[in-house]
């Protein structure tokens, strides 16, 4: 993946944030705040609530360095985990508190759920595109969003018409396991340890 930062990089900087070393934090935010906040705003759809969140997962990471285990992916996928989480877990209880249904009448539950699952599949997406290959991204941008058909694409990028197809190809690939892949759980997650 274009953005994905190597496996080294992910021990290192938890092995600082683990000595308490704020300008580890500090790189860790520069690097990962976009990520976060982008994520958050997606599932929250709140400005305000995804600064709150951005806070809330940079506190938990910086409370928490050894809940990331370099064994089950990059550092990238469990700040996005644990981002989902949180900011999930800011809806389910804004829902609870603003809703006119008692918040434990199974129909509230599932409207909370149901938006919890939409707004988590929403943010997987968005996820799956800003860390995709620059070359797949550049191919799905210029045909979805700015309209163009595969040779049009093709010519853009400088690429034959056979490659700009298996860009898309592979680009809506990873785009579709969105819906169909929900974001990880982490045991050692943030809804689990406060």
């Given at each position: 993946?274009?953005?994905?930062?190597?496996?080294?990089?992910?021990?290192?900087?938890?092995?600082?944030?683990?000595?308490?070393?704020?300008?580890?934090l500090?790189?860790?935010?520069?690097?990962?705040?976009?990520?976060?906040?982008s994520?958050?705003?997606?599932?929250?759809?709140?400005?305000?609530?995804?600064?709150?969140?951005?806070?809330d997962?940079?506190?938990?990471?910086?409370?928490?360095?050894?809940?990331?285990?370099?064994?089950?992916?990059?550092?990238?996928?469990?700040?996005?985990?644990?981002?989902?989480?949180?900011?999930?877990?800011?809806?389910?209880?804004q829902?609870r508190?603003?809703?006119?249904q008692?918040?434990?009448?199974?129909?509230?539950?599932e409207?909370?759920?149901?938006?919890?699952?939409?707004a988590?599949?929403?943010?997987?997406?968005?996820?799956?595109v800003?860390?995709?290959?620059?070359?797949?991204?550049?191919?799905?941008?210029?045909?979805?969003?700015?309209?163009?058909?595969?040779?049009q694409?093709?010519?853009?990028l400088?690429?034959?018409?056979?490659?700009?197809?298996?860009?898309l190809?592979?680009?809506?690939q990873?785009?579709?396991?969105?819906t169909?892949?929900?974001?990880?759980?982490?045991?050692?997650?943030?809804?689990?340890s406060?």
């Open positions: 993946m274009a953005n994905e930062t190597p496996p080294r990089w992910d021990r290192k900087m938890q092995q600082r944030l683990a000595r308490g070393e704020a300008a580890a500090g790189e860790l935010y520069d690097r990962f705040a976009s990520l976060v906040h994520l958050s705003h997606r599932v929250l759809e709140d400005e305000a609530a995804a600064d709150r969140t951005t806070r997962v940079f506190g938990y990471i910086w409370e928490n360095p050894h809940a990331y285990d370099p064994k089950k992916g990059p550092m990238r996928s469990w700040i996005a985990g644990v981002t989902q989480e949180i900011a999930a877990g800011r809806l389910r209880r829902h508190e603003e809703g006119p008692s918040p434990d009448s199974p129909e509230r539950r409207q909370i759920e149901e938006k919890v699952r939409a988590s599949t929403a943010a997987r997406a968005d996820y799956i800003t860390s995709m290959p620059s070359s797949l991204r550049a191919a799905l941008e210029l045909t979805y969003f700015q309209r163009r058909d595969y040779r694409t093709a010519r853009q400088g690429v034959t018409e056979d490659e700009a197809r298996r860009r190809r592979l680009g809506l990873l785009l579709s396991s969105a169909s892949h929900p974001m990880p759980a982490h045991s050692n997650g943030p809804g689990r406060r």
